[in-house]
C-alpha cells in the first residue's frame, strides 16, 4: 500500500525515469521481461524473420531511436487459447514491478487487442494496435479509453510501433502525436468516405498530406489526445517520485507550516517544469499557469495530525494544447480599403 496518493482530475467543462518512454512488445511465445538495446541483443531471442523482430525494426527505425525497448511473451495462439491468457500474464509483470509505459501486441486478432486494451486502461498504460478493419465491421464491443489504433492494409508494416518510435523518446509536452513523418510506413490511399469514418470512430492512419507522409491524427480511444494523456500521466508519476524522494531523504518533514512548505514546493518545481516542457499553458506575461495551494497547520483537522497524512493541498494547471488545424479567413478588397502594417 502506497504512502502517496497524487489524483488528476480532469476539469475541462508507477512507471520510473527510465520506464516512461519504455515500449513492452506482448509476444505470443513464452519469453521472460527482457530489456534489450539494440536489434542486435533481441536477434540472440528472435529470429529476424519473426513478427517481434519485425516489430522492434521498425520501432528502432525513425529518427529519434529509443535508448531500451522490452520483449515478454506467453505461450498464445489467437483464437485456440483463452485471451485472458494475455491479461494475466500482464499482471504478472505489473505485480512484478517490471518497468513499462506502451505496449504493443504481436496479436494482430480483435479479441486478442480488445482483452488487452481493456488490461492497459485498468493499469495506467498505453496500449498502441494495428488494424485491418474498418470501425464499420469491426467486433470490438469497447476498445480502453487508453488505447490508440493505426488503421493500416499493409501486412507486412507496423505504424503502431513507428509511432512509438517517433513519440517514445521524446518528452511529454514536446509534440502532438499528429503529422509524424514515419519511416518504413506506407501511406494508405483511402477515400474521403472512409478517412472520414476513421477520423469518427477515433482512429489513427499514415497518409499522403501535400506531398508529406505523416500521421493523421494522435487520438486515442477515450476523449483524449495521446499527448493530453501522457503529460497527465508524466504530472501523476513524477509527482509521486519526487515526493517518495522527498520523504526518503528527509529524517521528518514537521506537520507544521514549514514542512508544508517543503511539500508545496516539490510540486511547484514539478509543475515548472512541466511548463518547460510545454504541459503547461502561460498567460500574455509568460507565466506558467497553475496554483498549488495549501492549509496552514492551524486549519488542518487533527485526525489528520493524528495520521501525519497531509490531504489538504491540491494544485491545477491550464493545458497548453496544440494547434494542429487551421479555419481562417481572407478578403480582396481594394486599393483605398487597406492599412498595411509598419
Known sequence: MSDISINIIRETGGVTRAGFGTVLILANTAQAYSIYEDLASLSDDFATDTTVYKMAQTLMSQDIQPEQFAVAGVTYEAGVDDVTDLSAFLDTLVQDSKD????????????????????????????????????????????????????????????????LGFGGPRLPGSLTWKNAELATITPEALSGTILLELSTARYNVVINSYGRIVTSNGLLQGSLYIDQLRSEDYIDIRLEEDIAALFINMDKIPY?????????????????????????????????????????????????????????????????????????????VTRDNIELAL
Do not use: H
Open 100 to 163: 513499462f509505459y506502451f505496449v504493443a501486441l504481436e496479436a494482430s486478432d480483435e479479441a486478442s487487442q480488445e482483452e488487452v486494451s481493456s488490461w492497459a486502461g485498468a493499469y495506467a498504460k498505453n496500449c498502441f494496435v494495428r488494424t485491418d478493419v474498418l470501425p464499420s465491421v469491426s467486433t470490438v464491443s469497447t476498445w480502453g479509453s487508453n488505447t490508440a489504433i493505426y488503421y493500416t492494409t499493409q501486412t507486412e508494416e507496423y505504424p503502431e510501433m513507428a509511432m
Open 256 to 332: 507544521d507550516d514549514s514542512g508544508i512548505a517543503q511539500v508545496a514546493s516539490v510540486f511547484e518545481n514539478r509543475l515548472n517544469q512541466a511548463f518547460r516542457q510545454g504541459i503547461i499553458a502561460e498567460n500574455a506575461g509568460g507565466q506558467a499557469l497553475f496554483t498549488v495551494t495549501a492549509l496552514p497547520a492551524a486549519d488542518i483537522p487533527q485526525s489528520d495530525f493524528e495520521d501525519r497524512v497531509l490531504r489538504t493541498l491540491s494544485f491545477k494547471y491550464v493545458e497548453a494544447g496544440a494547434i494542429e488545424g487551421l479555419a481562417a479567413t481572407g478578403r480582396i
